[in-house]
């Protein structure tokens, strides 16, 4: 590869969400993890997000991770009011003072993150955007997201889904080239999610495994209970209706099977009916809803992970599950297929005959030690890691700011019209970016035309009003280490210990 | 206006900081148009007065022979003036008009904001009151209770802003020093090694 | 353990993973079907190159045409799932790009072939798109049922029907109001028709219950059909279908349970219709059917069934007229609250608030055969409940208590009991639902020629029109339908929410 011919720049880039801590979650989780991974290679990031109760104004968080919690009005599930221009005087402001050259935003139910997007790109930024989640194409919800979704992204530089199937939704849901579109999987914290007989210190690992051949874990008997964790909000989404369905089957055709089930919402109630109208209290463990630190104090407790979601971008709780070192039967839906190798999982249609029989399948595999659960953490240390999600962005990053040539981007190919290639490296005039966006509708593309024009104007009002030499900027998080002598080999070593 | 710092230390263990918005008078120009908005000030003070008595001349009593000449006055060229534009007007309006005016004859028209610091005594803040007529607003923190003194970062309006902030024991809110005027980054971090130098004699 | 301690454990070569063989069906296609044309499958560059999709689609060919493949891979939705699709026809852009997508699959397989997993680390960018696995799983309008012309105008009896009954009502109010009918004239003949129907509803019920002998054992022997047909209908595409009730097994399971256990429907209509009236019925409540203890002797010879269940037919004949008789009275005693309940309120105020709750009542009602939970997302007492209270309304602008009275139970006999009477109708009959239905286009037509002109000719002239202007307007709206099927374009795939598929409840 001749990656390491260039020059490395060092990127200032913001990641642009409504969604971050204090609010537990996988998109939230992903932004911090991403964002501390690539101010470990060297980069500067900072995050903009809406005030959370308690949190308002500049934090730092751990690593010098500067947090900007802009004092918004949230109408819904933390979700800001979609006001477009509003959020455009102080955006710019952030944008100006802390230099940034990248706007990456997170989620498409966030108002935040597209009206960064859109202001970026009329400020003169590169922009991408990150997918996290699958939606249809059928309700008059999606309906809307879906042209709000084509209005952001006709104009972005780049987006990176977490799936492939999540990419062909996107590809679909906004017309993008998918070439356009980058799939770079979420990833987990391995040393969070270890077995519970795994050595307790990285280091020796490290050292010698001799340690680790003492721990591994007893094989299971026949009659050992067998214990299936369920981790997941309990909404029709996540499949609670399968599990509810199955769980007395699968229990009255195993005597030694226990559940724990963690987790709370709205169908809680038909799940503890069940449990009392089957008597099943005794085999049953609710827990409740827990935090994500004790997710891996959960999960160590059983030996299958069981995930009847009914749609799934990705889903971030089997790698954990796997990495735990739970043997995983799950449904065949969304992006699931694509996230752990066969040999971790047993895939069930979302039916709730088939969940029974790939439970029971899954019981028997571990009853005659087929699967080598022991190893399931390494291999997932192996293939999902935050450094390497990390490693993959700044390349989007590079290629959209024209580090690496478009050919080596998005692959040079012989045959190819110029047009079809230009239109990828998305100049910033404002004729061309209205072009982009006329193409969205008959009526929507007239109605974003007008926004993207408004959206102008309000920026030379405010380069007129608040002239950017009054804006100070912002000075940066001091480094530890001296930058002149990080070398590639050393920001790698640098990301895989801290 | 430019904001400008004058960093005083009068004795080793004292230093004072003031930030101001107010022109620096450094020109004979400048010096020129001091004086003559003073003057202005004046005249347009007394001009308001001399209204104002005017339209209350029916009140005074004229038949009373005081020390001033009434009659003589309001029978003047200007005086008569003066009392057509008065009668002209409705009391409120000039009351009101009167009010605004005076008000601002008094306006400062610039803002001053100082911190003074003395070793083993505290700090003080200060912030000038926008009239003549008030005297400033200040705080003084004694040494004891200063946690720290920062630097950081707050939502302002449209904008995100630079502030100098003491944070006192036992106090939920930090005291924010030129709060009004919010110097530039520059500005706040010399202010703050010269704060911290001359509080905990150390070297910044 | 074998593998080096030092070392993390290799991990498998990657298994070429089918992904989401309930959609593939887990088979690769024979590669004949690959050339098959299929105009209802996307090609990658579909999805940014709206003008080849356009020009892809072609507008110019007959509409059935179009939509007889569809409905024959409905059938065979595996298959469909499974073909590829062949380049969009032309379009120089999108030949020239579909070329290009095809080149670099040729040039990249030779680093070796590209797995649709992310947890392998590939040697391909991450921009990466496979010409071939792209966008495999996308489906396009994969469960639509095409509409024909008299199915439809079939269907669409069961709307003319309760709008006429609704026509009927008010124009019976009406009526009443300016002294044409005597109120108490009204409602004595609602109360026989309502007999008379209670009467057949009861014959029909004994007939079929000896004919369904078979049937009715099947459900003994704990095959629970009748719980599961609220998620099978769901499944179901074509339960609705009235006219094929009885001959074809494929919609059959919904539809036995009407006639499996008659009496069952019976007693829940006849009590849960005093629910619905004056409280508010519970719309989550257990499918019908099990409370009543018919399961309870299942595995007893049919000589005892058939005694026990005489008995019991009984006990419900008796619990009807038990119930009738509450209502009957309850209602006489209301009536001068009702009377007087609204009187303060401006008549405009109660034109405008009864227009609405009848409006209500007809955009709410259910007009689903009766089965599958899926039918309606109104809670099927929302419509009566609207009924009652535009009654109930309009009662306060009655002279007399009588009045009320009448008017009260007339509406509850119109919007409670008659549409349970024509959902059953429909099931037994389906002649007699026709004649039903031109009855009572014919009945409402006229009566609204009287309202108007008055007399024997206004009656006659308003059945006429009433019954042309009412075909013409099914029509219309049948013909309206079916030609708007064409802008149907469901997109589906892999990133849809799954259906859950339960076989049974565990209650």
């Known amino acids: 590869m001749r990656r390491g011919v260039y020059a490395k720049r060092i990127v200032y880039s913001s990641m642009v969400s409504d969604f971050f801590f204090p609010q537990p979650g996988g998109v939230e989780s992903h932004i911090y993890q991403l964002s501390t991974k690539l101010i470990d290679r060297g980069h500067k990031v900072i995050i903009i997000t809406h005030a959370y109760k308690g949190r308002t104004g500049v934090r730092y968080l751990t690593n010098g991770l500067k947090v900007y919690h802009v004092p918004f009005l949230v109408i819904y599930r933390e979700t800001t009011m979609p006001t477009v221009f509003s959020f455009f005087p102080i955006f710019r402001n952030i944008v100006i003072r802390e230099q940034i050259q990248i706007v990456h935003g997170h989620q498409s139910l966030s108002s935040f993150c597209h009206e960064a997007i859109l202001h970026a790109r009329t400020m003169g930024l590169r922009t991408v955007f990150t997918d996290h989640s699958l939606f249809g194409f059928a309700d008059a919800g999606s309906i809307l997201t879906n042209k709000l979704l084509k209005f952001t992204l006709s104009d972005v530089d780049h987006v990176i889904c977490v799936s492939h199937t999540c990419k062909e939704n996107t590809v679909l849901r906004a017309s993008l080239d998918p070439l356009m579109v980058s799939v770079i999987p979420n990833a987990v914290v391995a040393e969070n999610f270890r077995p519970l007989h795994a050595t307790p210190h990285a280091n020796d690992r490290q050292s010698g495994g001799t340690s680790q051949l003492q721990h591994t874990p007893r094989p299971i008997g026949p009659n050992d209970i067998i214990t299936i964790v369920v981790i997941s909000r309990l909404f029709y989404n996540k499949g609670t209706d399968l599990l509810i369905a199955s769980i007395p089957r699968i229990l009255a055709s195993h005597p030694n099977v226990r559940f724990i089930i963690a987790g709370s919402g709205p169908k809680a109630i038909d799940l503890e009916q069940m449990l009392e109208r089957n008597v099943l209290q005794d085999k049953v463990e609710m827990l409740g809803a827990i935090r994500h630190e004790e997710v891996r104090d959960v999960m160590v407790r059983g030996h299958i992970y069981l995930h009847p979601s009914l749609t799934e971008a990705f889903g971030t709780v089997i790698v954990e599950a796997a990495s735990c070192g739970l043997y995983v039967v799950c449904t065949r839906v969304g992006g699931i297929p694509e996230v752990l190798p066969q040999h971790m999982t047993t895939f069930a249609k979302p039916e709730e005959d088939d969940i029974v029989l790939a439970t029971s399948k899954a019981i028997s595999a571990l009853r005659s030690n087929k699967v080598r659960t022991e190893r399931f953490h390494d291999q997932v240390k192996v293939m999902y890691s935050w450094t390497d999600v990390a490693r993959r962005t700044e390349r989007v990053y590079q290629g959209i700011s024209g580090d690496i040539s478009p050919q080596e981007f998005y692959g040079y190919y012989p045959g190819e019209i110029q047009e079809a290639g230009s239109d990828r490296i998305r100049n910033f005039s404002l004729i061309d970016r209205l072009k982009r966006y006329y193409g969205c509708g008959v009526w929507a593309g007239k109605l974003f035309c007008l926004c993207v024009v408004i959206d102008f104007l309000l920026y030379i009002f405010l380069e007129m009003l608040f002239p950017r030499a009054n804006i100070d900027i912002a000075r940066s998080w001091p480094k530890k280490l001296n930058e002149a002598s990080s070398t590639k080999t050393e920001r790698d070593r640098l990301g895989s210990t801290s | 206006m430019p904001v400008h710092l004058i960093s005083r230390r009068p004795s080793p263990t004292t230093a004072s900081f003031t930030v101001s918005n107010a022109s620096r008078h450094t020109s004979t120009t400048a010096k020129l148009f001091f004086y003559f908005q003073f003057l202005l000030r004046l005249i347009v003070f007394s001009g308001i007065i001399f209204l104002d008595t005017a339209h209350f001349r029916h009140i005074f009593s004229p038949r009373n022979e005081s020390f001033i000449p009434w009659a003589a006055i309001w029978s003047s060229p200007l005086g008569s003036f003066i009392c057509r534009i008065a009668d002209t007007t409705n009391s409120i309006v000039t009351a009101l008009a009167s009010a605004l005016v005076i008000y601002g004859v008094f306006l400062k028209g610039y803002t001053e904001e100082s911190l003074l610091v003395i070793r083993g005594l505290g700090i003080q803040t200060s912030t000038s009151s926008p009239t003549y007529l008030s005297k400033a607003a200040t705080r003084f923190i004694p040494t004891t209770e200063i946690q720290d003194i920062v630097i950081h970062e707050a939502f302002k309006g449209f904008e995100v802003r630079f502030y100098l902030a003491v944070v006192v024991v036992g106090e939920p809110e930090v005291v924010v020093v030129f709060p009004k005027l919010l110097p530039n980054r520059a500005t706040l971090e010399e202010v703050w090694r010269g704060s911290r130098h001359c509080l905990y004699d150390s070297k910044p | 353990m074998p593998s080096l301690p030092d070392s993390p454990p290799p991990v498998p070569p990657p298994v070429p993973v089918e992904t989401h063989p309930n959609r593939a069906g887990g088979l690769k296609p024979p590669p004949e079907h690959r050339a098959l044309p299929d105009p209802t499958r996307l090609a ?275 619990s009807t007229i038990k119930s009738s008789f509450l209502i009957y009275f309850s209602l006489l005693g209301l009536s001068p609250i009702l009377k007087s309940l609204t009187k303060s309120t401006a008549s405009d105020s109660i034109w405008a608030m009864s227009c609405w709750l009848l409006i209500m009542n007809i955009f709410s009602f259910d007009y689903g055969s009766g089965e599958g939970a899926g039918g309606t997302k109104f809670p099927a007492s929302l419509s009566t409940n609207a009924a009652v209270m535009a009654s109930t309304v309009l009662a306060s602008r009655l002279p007399s208590t009588t009045h009320v009275f009448s008017l009260m139970l007339f509406s509850i006999e119109v919007f409670g009991l008659f549409p349970i009477f024509r959902r059953q109708l429909r099931h037994i009959s389906w002649t007699s639902h026709i004649f039903l239905t031109l009855a009572l286009v014919m009945v409402a037509g006229g009566a609204v020629g009287i309202t108007l002109r008055g007399g024997l000719a206004g009656a006659v002239v308003g059945s006429f029109m009433g019954s042309i202007l009412t075909a013409l307007a099914m029509g219309g709206c049948s013909w309206w339908l079916i030609s708007l099927q064409k802008y149907k374009n469901v997109v589906s795939g892999p990133w849809d929410p799954a259906r859950p598929i339960i076989r049974r409840r565990w209650d």
């Not at chain 3, 080149?103 to 992310?118: D, E, I, M, Q, Y």
């Not at chain 3, 439809?152 to 019976?172: E, G, K, R």
């Not at chain 3, 006849?270 to 629910?275: E, F, K, M």
């Open chain 3, 44 to 318: 990658p560059e579909d999805a940014y190159y709206s003008s080849s999709l356009l020009r892809g689609r072609p507008g110019n060919t007959n509409y059935e045409e179009q939509l007889r493949p569809l409905s024959a891979n409905t059938a065979t939705a595996v298959s469909v799932a499974a073909l590829r699709p062949p380049p969009a026809v032309p379009g120089a852009a999108a030949r020239k790009e579909n070329r290009k997508l095809r080149g670099t699959g040729v040039r990249r397989r030779r680093k070796g072939a590209w797995k649709k997993l992310l947890w392998v680390k590939q040697s391909y960018p991450d921009n990466y798109t496979d010409t071939e696995t792209f966008l495999d799983h996308l489906q396009r309008n994969p469960r639509v049922r095409p509409y024909d012309f008299w199915p439809l105008m079939a269907d669409s009896t069961v709307i003319v029907q309760h709008v006429c009954s609704v026509v009927i009502f008010v124009c019976c109010f009406v009526g009443i109001v300016q002294g044409r009918v005597s109120p108490v004239s009204v409602v004595c003949w609602g109360s026989v028709g309502t007999a008379f129907g209670w009467v057949l509803w009861d014959w029909w019920a004994f007939t079929e219950h000896a004919e369904d002998k078979r049937p009715v054992e099947r459900v003994a022997e704990g095959d629970d059909g009748s719980s599961s047909s609220s998620m099978t209908s769901s499944v179901n595409p074509s339960n609705s279908r009235p006219n094929g009730q009885r001959e074809s097994q494929v919609h059959g399971l919904g539809l036995s349970m009407a006639s499996n256990i008659p009496g069952a429907p019976l007693r829940r209509r006849s009590t849960g219709l005093s629910a619905d009236s004056f409280t508010a019925q519970d719309p989550a409540s257990p499918p019908p059917g099990y409370s009543n203890g018919n399961t309870g002797h299942p595995q007893s010879q049919w000589s005892i069934y058939q005694s026990s269940s005489f008995l019991s037919r009984n006990r419900h004949r008796l």
